[in-house]
């Protein structure tokens, strides 16, 4: 177990020392702004492109929007939010000046007229470029006039601030930015004598970058910002996005294996692909923020404020090679606890997604052993084309698993555990098809499309292969199809729904051609729905019986999205659910034994313990910008970790670490020793599936009394 637990602990800087500024010399010539100014226009091309994304969101959009001043005011919103989400670049002034925009671009849109989009990004360009050479012209020649001791602090979330007034507010923020970025590099990187070096050259680089935007650029900015409000799955994909979104889904990419986005000026994780190069690493998690980028040996580059399809392109590379990436971590509250972690880059392939089965044996009061199954799904897959060309033995989900439970039938299994932890789903027919081995016959989903038609998938083979106790074991990262699976099954009172509140994607997306190879538009056009009317959309599936999360519920799944569709309901299908008149007190009685097991489980004292702590760490609003207080704070919080891992040491009969030295170091063995293993079998020491199997076993008990 602790091996799992232990990957979850932040990596906090080893070093700190007060460092002098390196640029003594003779100050360089300031930087113009004026240099770097670019002015970009529309292409005439983006006419056609523009009206043919209006015409098709109208017609196969899921949600009907009217394209009119009120979408309008919530366009220039959402546009302006994407381009200064901080409020670090415009001033009131620039905001007051661009509000005669707010009522036009509902028309400008609709005529394909993207001018002021254009107009509005044009100024967004020259601001960012002048903050940029305030921070290298600083760096160049007043970062010692920083004071390190003076007590003052930064506001972490300036989402919901005003404007700041004019460029001398702005110029303070900045100052303190900087501060806070010298103060975090001095307690994170190790050569602490090329602190102010390399942050110059982040600028620096941040310049000439600025100048490379393309107009192509701006369209697809500007469009996504108009299709997001929509929902977050609808999206434009032009060519070169189109091409890279084809590869993804055929799953031919060499890379990482992860889903990114932007968030603010960072690139966050938002999934990982199950059995992928990320995913087996266990050093990247959902949540990280990727802040620099690697190849192998080389220098890591800033990629903070960078284009995603460029950090996507760096990141990307031979299979067999080494990509090193910086991030911060999902559940560090200071970006001082930023770390470098290597993972080699390869291809997923369909096998390595393939259900697993193993056995739990789970020890009785009376001395006996219930031998509990463990189904692990890492994904919904189909080998479509095999299948629609008579291929006997064609790969799927459903005929995986039915294989592996008749295989545990066979060694006399008393419960099962579907484990869908970290599913993102996949084929839908899947889904419904999984749950047809559970149900004897009846309806497993609805899908409701445009104008209210409601489709249902029944159960496409009668009868049942697997009628014994169960539970379904989930996760915030189990999403879409593994969300219609776990809510059929606790519909039917089938079996128990064990673990966290799922993920909540409860759409449906279709990928259309534009015309003149314009690129693709990624669109939602219907919602999933449980068989008893509840949608799985924004809420996901809530479990019976409730453990510690190992994700940030509030910053990961479809609530934390912005624009996501509503949970509702709609008028239930008839089916018959099992167990009905015991169910309920025996889910009681259940969870009345996992809790008295949990109070008792040193493990998951542990996981309790720095949830708890990492949350008071979240609800601080500002940074502190006195390093000797941030030094104070780092301290602090591995005297916390140091001393959450020792006691689950103690609790699990090891010798504690000597200091939080040692215990990183062993961390970093650890997942060395794991990566360079061939053996990939999961770790053993899983408390998460073993409480599971528990409650499995106590389900079987109550059943037969």
């Known amino acids: 177990m602790k091996k799992r637990f232990l990957a979850v602990i932040p990596c906090i800087a080893l070093s700190f020392l007060f460092v002098t500024p390196v640029f003594s010399e003779q100050s360089k010539a300031p930087i113009s702004p004026e240099d770097y100014y670019i002015t970009l226009a529309p292409l005439p091309e983006f006419k056609q492109t523009c009206v043919s994304i209006i015409a098709n969101l109208k017609r196969h959009h899921y949600q009907e929007l009217t394209l009119n001043d009120e979408l309008s005011s919530r366009i220039f919103d959402n546009y302006i939010d994407s381009l200064d989400k901080g409020r670090a670049y415009f001033t009131a002034a620039d905001i007051a000046a661009m509000q005669r925009y707010r009522y036009i671009l509902d028309n400008a849109l609709a005529q394909g007229n993207l001018q002021p989009a254009f107009d509005i990004f044009n100024l967004y360009q020259h601001r960012t470029v002048e903050r940029f050479a305030f921070m290298a012209n600083f760096l160049s020649s007043k970062v010692d006039t920083l004071d390190f001791t003076r007590d003052e602090t930064l506001l972490r979330d300036r989402e919901e601030s005003p404007w700041f007034s004019d460029k001398k507010a702005l110029d303070d923020l900045w100052r303190r930015r900087l501060k806070n970025e010298l103060i975090t590099r001095r307690l994170s990187e190790t050569d602490t004598d090329k602190v102010e070096e390399n942050l110059l050259k982040k600028y620096t680089n941040s310049l000439n970058r600025s100048r490379q935007m393309k107009s192509r650029d701006v369209h697809r900015i500007f469009i996504n910002t108009f299709t997001e409000l929509y929902d977050p799955h609808t999206q434009y994909l032009p060519p070169r996005a189109s091409e890279d979104f084809n590869i993804h889904m055929s799953l031919s990419l060499e890379g990482i294996g992860a889903l990114l986005q932007m968030d603010n000026e960072y690139t966050k994780v938002v999934s990982l692909v199950k059995a992928g190069p990320a995913e087996k690493s266990n050093l990247l998690k959902p949540g990280d923020r990727i802040i620099g980028v690697g190849q192998e040996n080389e220098e890591i580059v800033d990629v903070v404020g960078w284009r995603l399809d460029d950090v996507v392109q760096l990141i990307r590379g031979p299979k067999g090679t080494v990509v090193r990436l910086r991030i911060i971590p999902a559940d560090s509250a200071d970006s001082a606890m930023s770390k470098v972690i290597p993972i080699t880059r390869n291809t997923v392939k369909l096998e390595d997604q393939a259900a697993s089965s193993k056995i739990l044996d789970i020890p009785l009061a009376d001395g006996g052993t219930h031998r509990i199954g463990v189904v692990t799904i890492p994904a919904f897959y189909a080998d479509f084309n095999a299948h629609q060309a008579g ?68 159960d496409p083979e009668p009868g049942i292969i697997y009628d014994g106790p169960m539970a379904v074991l989930v996760n915030r990262m189990s999403a879409s199809a593994s969300e219609i699976f776990a809510g059929a099954i606790k519909d039917y009172r089938r079996g128990l729904i064990v673990g966290t509140q799922t993920f909540g994607k409860g ?90 097991r949990s109070d008792a489980s040193a493990e998951f004292t542990f996981l309790k313990g720095y949830n708890a702590y990492v949350e008071t760490l979240r609800q601080k609003d500002r940074i502190a910008l006195n390093e000797k207080v941030r030094k104070e704070e780092k301290e602090a919080n591995e005297t916390f970790f140091l001393g959450l891992e020792n006691d689950l040491r103690v609790a699990q009969g090891e010798k504690p670490y000597k200091d939080y030295e ?28 073993e409480e599971c199997a528990y409650v499995v076993s106590d389900f079987a008990r109550l059943l037969e009394k």
């Not at 170091?665 to 770790?683: F, G, Q, T, Y």
Request: glycine letters at 6%; zero cysteines; a negative charge.
């Open 391 to 458: 291929a006997p033995d064609y790969k799927s989900t459903t005929r995986d698993v039915r294989r592996l439970l008749e295989k545990l039938k066979k060694e006399n299994i008393d419960g099962l555990v579907i484990d869908l932890r970290d599913n993102g789903g996949g084929a839908l027919t899947e889904a419904a098809a999984l749950t047809g081995l559970f149900i004897d016959k009846g309806p497993t989903v609805l899908v409701r499309g445009r104008r209210n038609r409601v489709e249902s998938y029944p």
């Open 507 to 596: 759409t449906v997306q279709s990928l259309l051609n534009l015309n003149r190879d314009n690129g693709q538009l990624k669109l939602t056009i219907a919602k999933f729905y449980r068989v008893s009317g509840a949608s799985t959309q924004h809420r996901g599936v809530h479990p019976d019986v409730a453990f510690p999360s190992e994700y940030n519920l509030e910053e990961t799944g479809e609530s934390s999205l912005p624009e996501a569709l509503p949970w509702d309901t709609i008028r239930p299908i008839r089916y018959k659910p099992y167990h009905q008149a015991s169910f309920t007190p025996i889910v009681t009685r259940i969870k009345e034994l996992h809790d008295k």
């Open 662 to 689: 040692a215990m990183t170091a062993a961390r970093k063995a650890e997942n060395e020793e794991k990566n360079d293993s061939e053996d990939e079998e999961e770790d053993d020491d899983d408390t998460l599936l």
